[in-house]
C-alpha cells in the first residue's frame, strides 16, 4: 500500500489549494480515507474524513465550512479542497487510511502518506 499526497504549497491567506492523494494498492470502496495535519511542535490532528461508502463525509468543527474531502474512484484519488485558508492552517497534512476503528484518532490509521506542506501568509 502506498499513499502518495501532493497539492501543498505556500499561499496567501483567503485562498485556496487542492490537495491530491493517490493511493495505490488499496481500495477505497473498503477504507475510509482522511487528511490530518500536523503543525510545527504539534501532534496529528483530524481534519477530514471519507468513509468507504463514499457518502458519508466528516470534518473538525473548526474546517467544515471551508474544507471539502472528496473522492474519484477512476484514478483512487482522495482530494482536499481548501477554501478561504488562513495562517493556523500551516501545517503538513497527511492523508491517512484505515479499515476501521474512531476515525478522529490518528493512531486510527493502518496506512499513511508522506505528507505536504502547507504555508499560509499573512
Known amino acids: 500500500v502506498q499513499l502518495q499526497a501532493s497539492g501543498g504549497g505556500s499561499v496567501q491567506a483567503g485562498g485556496p489549494l487542492r490537495l491530491s492523494c493517490v493511493a495505490s494498492?488499496?481500495?477505497?470502496?473498503?477504507?475510509?480515507m482522511a487528511w490530518l495535519r500536523q503543525a510545527p511542535g504539534k501532534e496529528h490532528t483530524f481534519v477530514a474524513a471519507?468513509?468507504?461508502?463514499?457518502?458519508?463525509?466528516y470534518y473538525a468543527d473548526s474546517l467544515k465550512d471551508r474544507f471539502t474531502i472528496s473522492r474519484d474512484n477512476a484514478k483512487n484519488t482522495v482530494y482536499l479542497q481548501m477554501n478561504s485558508l488562513k495562517p493556523d492552517d500551516t501545517a503538513t497534512y497527511y492523508c491517512?487510511?484505515?479499515?476501521?476503528?474512531?476515525?478522529?484518532?490518528?493512531?486510527?490509521?493502518?496506512?499513511w502518506g508522506q505528507g505536504t506542506q502547507v504555508t499560509v501568509s499573512s
Open positions: 491517512a487510511a484505515t479499515v476501521g476503528g474512531w476515525f478522529r484518532l490518528a493512531s486510527t490509521y493502518e496506512y
Open positions: 494498492g488499496l481500495n477505497l470502496n473498503v477504507y475510509k
Open positions: 471519507l468513509f468507504a461508502n463514499g457518502e458519508n463525509t
